[in-house]
């Protein structure tokens, strides 16, 4: 029997389905309509078709499958729009109100009607409980047990479904969080518990009860979300632990993933950004702009010198979260995106979707509200009788009636309203461009729009013309790109532990034993895993900082024993970065060892992306039709070639005006825009 | 339609010397903002300091040849008011032409070299393009020093450096340092944090550097007039959009460090694209609250540019169309020798004056009265135990306050209003440098202005002492009250508390035995509308949230 490796990308509005054949490598792609109601039966009915379409798998069609990775965007959902879990939070005496507080900065400098982001917990829900440590891990005041009781019976009677339990210094020493969860959790049994020490065990009070909090807000949903996936995945014959993609672009086990759903937050567009890594790595462009833009929002990273900035910390939605994550910036961008008419007589686009249930008005679902696949519907850049290569019928004459209502208000013509909605969302995602290109000092005019997504190939050349963009790339599959990326991801793992010695001799010992610790930590991993010796991958670092500051620097950790060679290796590896990025050292300042981490990394095979000598076919043979489109350009309904995406062939160009159509995207070529296919089957298109 | 309030595009290319198209202007005005955010970065993660590392009270900043604010790092605004003289003051006093590539000038005059006191240590640096001067790349360090000292007049209150070089071609100017480290009581801490500062000019220098490399140094200093220009056409299109008329504000200053109650009065004249603010307070006094003309302008600008338009650069085009005039040697004009320390204070007060006067002229884009301080708790001692045993340290922290009620919103929760915006410091953090515990942290009860849209709290804090320490706590409205506007209510004022074996403080000074606790409360900020038309489901919030709001 053949061995299948299956990548899973569920969005707000459609479930991706990527499918490699471990033998051939080749990729194949299926698409169905998310369930937000519970997205775990999309995923299992579409992985479900996919094995019974390609793999021939019917009865425990999961059978065959090796690997299995999902992305999901269930956590990052919940998160914008704050339908978490209701959450209890318990903390020091004293306390409570530092989830409001933060760092005490104002939310814009100068903007004074800016608001601070939702605060998770209400404030009847904070509870402060007599307990103390001090700095050097020592009992102040002994934890007030009693009082964890009473604050636990009172989330019970409020019926809180999570509980975050955030003391200071527990990441210094746990005891009194780990007795507080074992008090919640006796009284409590249902409820999601996190204490702050198990998710973000490092200093600075405010950024771990933060995580902690989200972390708490997001467990129910994701805990019910995965158990559900699991079980029908499990259903179907799958015998592979399946895995979930991690914020970082690195792959998690579902154990993992519910317990730390906060790492998962990028986790749907981390796996877009490492398959473009790949895509455009191929095709010979290092520097991109992603845009991966599906039903519910737009993700945006800059790619330089092929890769990606990775960090640490980041502020998400608003909310500062510790936990390595890429650098992608998302706006309330997507198809699904509402149009409306605010207070001030403007045309707003977004950030409410209307998802994938009830969808735009064209789905005939009961929406009324136009959304920005209306406005496509109606100018005829999407296809106005069916979508998902007519699997799925679509009601112009709705989108059209909605539309035309807005227009009416606006005192606007019909197209150009429709027209309008597209110009407003187009700023919004070229605002978000810029928060990663110009904002950090990079000119997108440089770079080469990546579009993917759904929705992406529409908009990217509209997108592109506002940024002065001179190409733009859409990819083979650029509906499935997500899922695509888990097939060329490596199963990636960190692990730390935060111990504060000075770096000296005396040291060794504490140093052996702390790199020893995380080294074990990643060969558990691996063991659980199920990853060959061959395919193991380890990389230790030492961050270290000199006595009195409070930023780290982080040195890779020379081969060979833990002696005083080691040390002095280090402290000069420091230096030279102390050097680099600083332009000096602090000669005679003592240097301190913070946190001791293990990257691991398991190889996996890659799924191989094709590549075709250009063939000499005109583009003519893949023409299947012709449709109507309404272009700014011309002010009126232009007649525009239809291009067969299977059909477009390396070597093949065309101009626009003229669509692409695909089961799982539309690429729009505007008139006046030169499009070409590229030995890997990517369509790149050159704007005057 | 005036005409300069004509967008950037409908210029005709050729009347201008060097025709830019708008994106370049722009991707070079996003490429200088990502300079100072990024020499500002570097600053905090080089510095020791925990005023610097963690509470970020720290400025960074890009200037033209002429010493013009090019683009000013999001960070505290009053520092503007350290940064707009500091290069002319610099100028005035050193030839352009002794002026070479490695200079590195250092001041904190409020003076002879722009600051508004003395803490605020500037490290400006040339940077020199093709062999000729084109920029500075200029930074600012809150530097917690110089403290438990007398606030007559400045001779009191620290060193006063006027603009010196502290390097000469890239050589370390040993004596200067050496005589500027004698004077203080954190040596250490001092060179370490001057260091980063050190470290952050040489990221400026060479980012310029290569941005003029990329487009040329020409285009990169015609973009920046032309961002001059547009942050002055934005001012002027704002300003022309407020109703013509003169609108008079009058409030009192009244803290810690004053015996009697400072009547303060702006009136603002906006006629067509142009706005005038006249200030009226007394003669200057032997108190820390005196402020130079250039933390006037700094406060002016930050509060204009938040109501007009919060989206115009922070450059010195927004300056253009604004006058601001207030008599020599008065408090609010502050002439040598006066005392500056505590000006934050009133540049606060000062900021709240100006909503006021703006309130009657555009009542819906203003908010109440904010809290109007800036909540300082200042500890100095000597280490009694530990590595640093016998060593003197110093630590001084800002406390946020209530924010003021909006047109439409409740107003903020214990945040940092107006010319400052500093972090606090993370408990963790606090403990582990300094002999002090905190005790709470929290938003205080009874403290919001009550009306339709009610004030923000304000913030309380208890520090207990594990070692002896002497302390100093500086607050606002401990007489007077924050104002509500159409019927909203005041808020609550700013006050501190000792345990009771604890001496009483002369002022707002004393000292903490190992043991004695303090509890320091900031003020919360005024309401916005009666407090009978607040919404039943704002009432239902407040009940269940246990928040209560302060007295009449």
């Known amino acids: 029997m053949r061995n299948w490796r299956v990548g899973v990308d569920s969005g707000g509005t459609f479930t991706d389905i990527c499918l490699i054949g471990e033998e051939d490598r080749a990729v194949q792609v299926w698409k169905v309509a998310s369930t937000p109601d519970d997205p775990s039966r999309g995923i299992a009915e579409g992985v479900r078709e996919a094995m019974g379409l390609y793999a021939d798998a019917e009865d425990a069609p999961l059978t065959p499958v090796r690997f299995l990775g999902h992305g999901t965007t269930v956590a990052t959902n919940a998160l914008i729009q704050h339908r978490g879990a209701r959450v209890g939070l318990i903390t020091t005496e004293g306390f409570r109100d530092l989830l409001e507080i933060g760092r005490q ?58 509980v975050a339990i955030c003391f200071l210094y527990a990441f210094v020493d746990p005891r009194h969080e ?123 990273a800059l790619m330089h010198g092929g890769k990606t900035r990775q960090a640490n910390e980041a502020t998400v939605h608003g909310y500062p979260i510790k936990a390595p994550m890429l650098d992608i910036h998302t706006v309330g961008a997507g198809g699904g995106s509402i149009a409306r008419i605010d207070a001030g007589g403007f045309l707003k686009v977004g950030p409410e979707s209307a998802g994938a249930d009830p969808g735009p008005v064209c789905y005939g679902k009961g929406n009324r509200e136009p959304t920005v696949t209306d406005a496509n519907i109606v100018l005829q850049a999407l296809n106005p009788t069916h979508i998902l290569g007519g699997r799925m019928e679509i009601r112009r004459d709705l989108a059209e009636a909605a539309i035309r209502d807005m227009a009416e208000r606006l005192g606007l013509g019909v197209m150009e309203t429709a027209q309008g909605i597209i110009s407003v969302v187009t700023a919004n995602m070229a605002r978000a461009i810029r928060v990663v290109s110009v904002q950090r000092g990079y000119d997108p005019r440089d770079y080469v729009l990546m579009a993917f997504g759904g929705a992406g190939p529409l908009h990217a050349v509209r997108l592109a013309r506002e940024l002065e963009i001179g190409t733009v790339l859409v990819p083979r599959s650029p509906g499935t790109l997500c899922a695509l990326g888990l097939l060329l991801t490596d199963l990636q793992s960190s692990f730390a532990t935060t111990q504060l010695m000075p770096m000296h001799a005396a040291s060794l010992p504490a140093i052996e034993t702390a790199l020893a610790t995380v080294a074990a930590q990643a060969e558990d991993w691996f063991k659980a895993e199920g990853i060959g010796p061959d395919t193991r991958r380890v990389r230790l670092m030492v961050d270290m900082r000199y006595e009195g500051q409070n930023y780290e620097l982080s040195v890779p950790v020379p081969p060979g024993p833990v002696d005083a060679d080691m040390i002095a290796a280090l402290i000069a590896g420091f230096e030279a970065e102390h050097t680099r990025m600083y332009g000096f050292t602090a000669e005679g300042e003592q240097i301190n060892a913070v946190t001791f981490r293990a990257e691991a990394v398991g190889l996996i095979e890659k799924a191989s992306l094709p590549d075709a000598e250009p063939g000499d076919a005109t583009s003519e043979t893949a023409i299947t039709g012709s449709r109507e489109i309404w272009f700014p350009e011309t002010g009126r309904f232009t007649a525009s070639p239809i291009y067969d995406r299977d059909a477009l062939k390396p070597g093949m160009s065309f101009s626009g005006p003229a669509v692409v159509e695909q089961m799982d995207a539309t690429t729009l070529v505007p008139p006046g825009v030169d499009a070409r296919i590229d030995r890997a089957g990517n369509i790149v298109m050159g704007l005057k | ?40 970065e570097t600053l905090v993660r080089a510095s020791y300091s925990t005023n610097i590392k963690e509470r970020r009270d720290c400025s960074t900043a890009l200037f033209d040849r002429e010493g013009r604010t090019l683009c000013q790092a999001e960070h505290i605004p009053i520092h503007l008011g350290s940064f707009i003289e500091f290069v002319p003051r610099l100028l005035a006093q050193h030839a352009l032409a002794d002026i070479a590539p490695g200079d590195v000038f250092i001041g904190n005059d409020a003076y002879e070299g722009g600051g508004t006191h003395l803490p605020d240590i500037v490290l400006a640096e ?44 890239g050589t370390l100017n040993q004596d200067v340092q050496d005589l500027i480290l004698l004077n203080c009581q954190v040596p250490r801490e001092r060179l370490s944090d001057l260091r980063a500062q050190m470290a952050a000019n040489r990221v400026g220098v060479q980012r310029f550097q290569a941005l003029c490399a990329r487009y040329g140094v020409d285009v990169v200093l015609a973009a920046g007039e032309a961002l001059l220009d547009y942050a002055e056409r934005k001012m002027r299109a704002g300003i022309a959009a407020l109703p013509d008329g003169r609108y008079a504000f009058e409030d009192v200053f009244d803290g810690l460090e004053t015996t009697e109650p400072l ?145 439409g919103a409740d107003g903020l929760d214990g945040i940092h209003v107006h010319t400052t915006n500093t972090s606090n410091l993370p408990v963790e953090a606090l403990e582990l440098e300094y002999p002090l515990i905190l005790a709470r942290y929290e938003l205080v009860d009874g403290s919001a202005g009550a009306g339709q849209y009610r004030g923000g709290m304000g913030l309380r804090r208890v520090y207990r002492a594990t070692e002896d320490c002497w302390v100093k706590v500086d607050t606002s409205r401990v007489k007077s009250r924050s104002w509500g506007l159409q019927g909203g209510q005041a808020g609550g004022g700013g006050y501190f508390r000792l345990s009771p074996d604890t001496p009483p403080f002369d002022g707002s000074r004393g000292f903490l035995k190992r043991g004695d606790w303090l509890e320091v409360v900031s003020p919360g900020g005024g309401g916005f509308g009666a407090p009978g038309e607040r919404s039943p489901d704002l009432d239902a919030q407040d009940v269940r949230d246990g928040i209560t709001f302060a007295d009449r």
Not at chain 1, 128 to 142: A, I
Not at chain 2, 28 to 37: K, M, R, W, Y
Request: charged share 20%; with cysteine; proline share 7%.
């Open chain 1, 105 to 162: 900065k104002r939310p814009s400098l100068y903007d004074i009607f800016a608001e601070k982001p939702l605060t998770l917990v209400p404030r009847a829900l904070r509870f402060g409980v007599p307990e103390r440590l001090l700095h050097d891990g020592s009992v102040e005041t002994p934890l007030d047990e009693d009082a964890v009781r009473e604050a636990a019976l009172a989330m019970k009677a409020d019926g809180v479904e999570a």
């Open chain 1, 178 to 300: 780990q007795r507080a969860r074992e008090i919640v959790a006796g009284l409590l049994p249902d409820a999601f518990v996190c204490a702050s020490h198990e998710i973000a065990p490092e200093f600075r009070e405010f950024e771990r009860l933060m995580t902690a909090t989200v972390n708490a807000y997001l467990g129910p949903t994701m805990q019910r979300y995965i158990s559900r996936l699991q079980d029908r995945l499990t259903g179907l014959g799958l015998a592979a632990a399946p895995h979930l993609t991690l914020s970082n672009g690195g792959v998690s086990s579902f154990d993992g993933a519910a317990q730390a759903p906060v790492r998962t937050v990028l986790s749907g567009p981390s796996t877009g950004v490492v398959a473009a890594e790949a895509i455009g790595k191929q095709a010979g462009f290092a520097d991109l702009i992603t845009f991966d833009m599906g039903g519910t929002s737009s993700d945006v």
């Open chain 2, 1 to 40: 339609m005036n005409e300069l309030a004509t967008p950037a595009r409908a210029v005709p290319a050729q009347a201008k010397p060097t025709p830019l198209d708008p994106i370049t202007v722009e991707v070079i005005g996003s490429a200088l903002a990502s300079i100072v955010d990024e020499t500002g």
């Open chain 2, 126 to 169: 040339p940077i020199f393009v093709d062999g000729a001067l084109a920029a500075w790349t200029v930074n600012l360090a809150h530097h917690s020093d110089f403290a438990d000292r007398g606030h007559a007049h400045i001779y009191q209150e620290g060193l006063r450096i006027p603009p010196i070089r502290l390097y000469r071609a």
């Open chain 2, 263 to 407: 009547p303060l009065k702006v009136t603002v004249t906006i006629a067509g694209e142009t706005m005038a603010l006249d200030f009226e307070s007394p003669d200057q006094v032997r108190s820390p609250i005196n402020m130079t003309m250039t933390a006037l302008q700094a406060t002016t600008y930050y509060m204009v540019k938040s109501v007009v338009d919060p989206t115009v650069l922070p450059n010195a085009g927004l300056a253009r169309p604004l006058t601001i005039r207030a008599r020599t040697g008065s408090v609010l004009n502050c002439a040598h020798p006066a005392a500056v320390d505590g000006r934050v204070q009133t540049c606060q007060r000062v900021a709240d004056l100006i909503l006021g006067a703006l309130a009657q002229a555009v009542p819906d884009r203003v908010m109440a009265c904010t809290n109007s301080a800036c909540t300082v708790a200042v500890f100095a001692g000597s280490r009694e135990s530990g590595p640093q045993q016998g060593k003197l340290w110093i630590y001084l922290e800002t406390i946020g306050g209530g924010g003021g009620a909006r047109a």
